[in-house]
């Protein structure tokens, strides 16, 4: 069976386990605190040597990290991945986009906000903010006249940006300015299997 | 024939243009100043909208962005793509740590250094410089006994790491603490149809 060490209210490690609940993959799931350095521990650094989660290992100890290679590795052979080459670089597209481009300013300011409110990153709120909506504005502009990310259909693109961008409001990100953004989310929300942020195998 | 659109300085657009050269692939290349806010035209945003180099046009003029989403597009049936699926996910897992654990600050420390000298963001440069070591840790960490990032062959997993770390020095990292690192650039840099980062099509 596969592990999965992650830590609830991470959007990353919701990808992953949204994605292994609508594939219908059985696995273990092992909560980490991050918030008390439980992926810097000695043990957990021997698997991720980044100390991050969420982290796949596999039926053969090997480990497998970073949200947006374990989304593809999963959904390989599956609808959510799509068959034909462009729509699958444009897939890589948007995860590489989700990234770079958004998850540092729209997770990392719910981060600060819900999870180190006391922190000297608050600071720089304003500045991941301006970011943030930076994103959020390509995302909205792609959206007119498209249901989904890539091929008009749903897959892992739409889990990828959906992880942070659902929960944006918990960053101070006010959504209202995104309609097309609004009605993807919903869209995702409908989806077969969907289950919320802090799902996790009963 | 396939167009590039990027900046020679650009070490994401140094990807591109090293793995189209390695696979002999033609291409136009078109040089955008970025420093001139080149991709910042109504022209450019048309193209991107995320607004950023490289970007590369198809012959039917789809527009693909992102380094990381551009190599696995080009490498696909290349001896630099692996063949096997859990190579190509780790590949991914590189490619996605390169742009978010790498690239933001090696790559970041070079562009104050070189080309914003008189920015603000100076004042970032020690705590870049600090986020920046552990990636290169994690690099030296994994690079102990293994010749190439992924299955013990060059690939495009090394081809994104190496183009901002082989410049690191320019953002002021000394990689003279990191052998394993220091044995791999060279490595790299010997293979067949290596070319340096400012290298465009004659």
């Keep these: 069976m596969l592990t999965l060490h992650d830590f609830l209210p991470s959007g990353n490690g919701y990808k992953v386990r949204l994605l292994l609940h609508q594939l219908g993959i059985p696995f ?7 918030l008390r350095g439980a ?7 021997a ?5 991050k989660v ?12 970073e949200s947006g ?12 991945w799509p068959a034909e080459r462009l729509e699958r670089a444009l897939t890589l597209q948007w995860l590489f986009f989700e990234q770079s481009r958004h998850e540092p300013y729209v997770a990392v300011a719910r981060f600060i906000e819900r999870m180190a409110p006391d922190s000297p990153q608050r600071a720089e709120l304003a500045h991941l903010r301006d970011r943030g909506h930076a994103a959020l ?20 693109a739409d889990i990828a940006l959906y992880a942070y961008t659902h929960v944006a409001d918990e960053g101070g990100y006010d959504l209202s300015p995104y309609p097309n953004i609004r009605g993807w989310l919903a869209r995702v929300a409908a989806q077969p299997g969907h289950v919320p942020i802090d799902w996790k195998p009963g």
């Design 69 to 80: 290679a374990i989304l593809c590795y999963l959904a390989l052979d599956s609808a959510l």
């Design 54 to 65: 969420p982290l796949l290992q596999l039926q053969d100890g090997t480990s497998l990290a």
């Design 47 to 51: 698997l991720n040597p980044n100390g």
């Design 28 to 34: 273990r799931l092992v909560e980490h605190d991050i």
């Design 137 to 156: 504005a390509v995302m909205e502009r792609h959206l007119a006249g498209r249901p989904f990310f890539v091929g008009g259909r749903y897959g892992i």
């Design 39 to 45: 992926t810097r521990t000695p043990e957990f650094l």
